[in-house]
Structures are given as C-alpha cells and as structure tokens.
C-alpha cells in the first residue's frame, strides 16, 4: 500500500485477551481513507472482538491504534465523534414506529424536534422505508431492520462506519439492497470496515481485505491479489453423481500430481495447477472408469478456494470459538 494514501484507520500489534482465551493476537492492519476494508473470516477468528476496540466499545489488552489520527484509548471520546457501529443484531427499539426511531436517536445525538424529524424523514425515505415510517418495527422483514438499523448509524454522518456482518440472515434480495447502501455511504466519502463470513459479499464490497483466522491476520490485499496468490490457476470439476467424488478425487490427484480440495457442493472438486499438460490425460482416466464429469473450468481461483488454501478449512466452518463473550 503506498504510503502516500491518507488512512482512516492504523492498527500495530494489537492484542485482547478475555480470561484465558486470546482472542485477537497482534493484529496489524491499514485502511484507506474512503474505502471499504473487509475483515474476512468464520466465526470466531477474531473480527467481531477486533471491530468493538477500534469502535472504542472495548478496550485493547495490548497494542496501539488510530483512527484518522486518534488514539482509541487515550482519544476515546474523540474517535466516538467520528465513527458509528451497526452490530451483528438489529439495535432499534422495536416496540417504536421507524420514524420514532429515527427522532429519538437525533434528539439524542443533540438535534432539536424539527430538526430530528426533517433528518429522520430524509434517511427513512433514502432507505427505500416510506410506506413503513409509521408501522411499528416488529412488523418489518429482516431486510427492512437491517436497512433501518444502518439507516439509524449515519443520522450524523461518520467518518467511518463499522458494519458487523450486516447481512447475517438475510435473503438475497435483501442482502444486495444492503450491499447498494454500502456503495452509496463509500460514495459520499464514508470509509467502511466490513466484518464478514460471506466470501461472496468481501468479494463484491471490498477494496482490500484482510483474512483474520484464530485472532491473526494471515493474509491481506485486493480480492484479486488475494486469488492471484494461490496459483496461476485452479481447476474446477463438478462429478455428476457425487458418490463419484471420492474415486474422481484420487484419479485427479494422481493424474496431476497435485492436491484435490473438496467443494462445499458434494459434487464439486477443485486443486491448484501449474502445469495444464496433464488435464485431458486425466479426464480420459475418468471417462474409463465411468465417472461422468457434468463441468470444469480453467482460470482464477475464487475467494472460498483462497481461504480454504490459507487455513485449511472452508470458510463457514464456525467450530472456532464464539465471539458472544465479548459483549459480556
């Protein structure tokens, strides 16, 4: 990264330790002024716990960060001037209407009853929730929470605004109106640090990421340098009965002297190739022994085979440690 470009945010070395469990360990990162910057991993790794100390919500065991220039700790006050948090779970008050919401965090925020209508009002259309402003909140989607939640963070509008995976149990649908409101906030100058187990939603958000795992950050940079860094190019072979992905997985590995990953599909294969000389040798063998292949591909790797390759496990493998202790 140059050295040139303005950062929102510096993290060096930066530790939190909860009891006997560390759950961040040492964590360095640069984020770029005005850009998203994911922090990708499964549950547990870290990114949630690593996301609450730069927002100020808790404070670091160890280590230094800034925000825009501010120490977290010795600043505290200063760096929740200028930055606002939408956690995993919805925080508006349900029994409310949207639009009750939306005034009652304005007149908190020091705005006057007009005031805090007028801004209300113009969030609560911006987010596509006029014909609900009025409903009680209980009565919305999970998307429309979500949109209002977000919609609730930028009533003053942030320098940098933490998304704690904000699309958690959502439906498409909804999911790709949040991902909109993402790129509409970065628009206007907000710099985003997204929190995320979906490789599909760093992938299509993110400038830069960084992969946390078990508290580290193993690897960082674009979603393309990420990809470029497992190999050339990665094969991909889906079998058309997946009980064939056993026998096709050995016959593959020995055919290209390399390693075949499993898929999340129970159909699918893929493995790192250098050399593509042996491909169609290795597709003969398959069609001799009657395992029928219903596609392949050649070409880059996507972010799910990246992460797979860098921890050894698929990425929505949660059997890592609950990061629920935290807000404890």
């Known amino acids: 990264m140059s050295s040139g470009k303005l950062l929102a945010i510096e993290v060096k070395n930066l530790v939190k330790t909860f009891g006997e469990t560390q759950a961040v360990r040492g964590v360095d990162l640069q984020v770029p002024a005005g850009a998203v910057y994911g922090l990708l991993g499964p549950n547990g790794a870290g990114k949630t716990t690593t996301a609450r100390m730069l927002a100020t919500l808790t404070r670091p065991t160890s280590g230094a960060a800034r925000v825009f220039g501010h120490d977290i700790v010795a600043e505290a006050d200063t760096v929740r001037s200028i930055v606002s948090m939408t956690g995993q779970f919805a925080s508006v008050d349900e029994d409310l209407t949207g639009i009750e919401n939306m005034v009652l965090l304005g007149r908190l925020l020091g705005f006057g009853w007009s005031e805090a209508r007028e801004r209300g009002e113009e969030l609560i ?104 860094s497992v190999g050339a190019g990665t094969l991909h072979v889906r079998v058309r009965e997946p009980e064939h992905r056993p026998a096709a997985q050995g016959i593959l590995a020995q055919a290209l002297g390399v390693d075949i990953e499993l898929g999340t599909d129970p159909s699918a294969l893929f493995a790192r190739v250098e050399n593509t000389g042996g491909i169609s040798a290795a597709f003969d063998q398959l069609s001799r022994r009657e395992i029928d292949v219903s596609e392949f591909s050649l070409g880059q790797p996507s972010l799910d085979e990246v992460f797979l390759t860098l921890t050894g496990r698929p990425a929505e493998d949660q059997d890592a440690q609950d990061e629920t202790e935290e807000a404890a």
């Open 125 to 228: 259309d911006a987010f596509g929730l006029g014909d609900a402003a009025n409903r009680q909140v209980k009565t919305y989607s999970g998307g429309m929470r979500r949109r209002l939640d977000i919609a609730a963070s930028i009533v003053v509008t942030p320098e940098v605004l933490f998304l704690d995976e904000p699309t958690t149990g959502l439906d498409p649908r909804s999911r790709n109106e949040v991902w909109d409101i993402v790129r509409a906030l970065v628009a206007t100058g907000t710099t985003v640090l997204l929190t995320t187990q979906y490789l599909d939603e760093a992938d299509q958000l993110a400038d830069r990421i960084a992969v946390i795992d078990h508290g580290k950050v193993i690897a960082e940079g674009t979603p393309g340098e990420l990809k470029a």
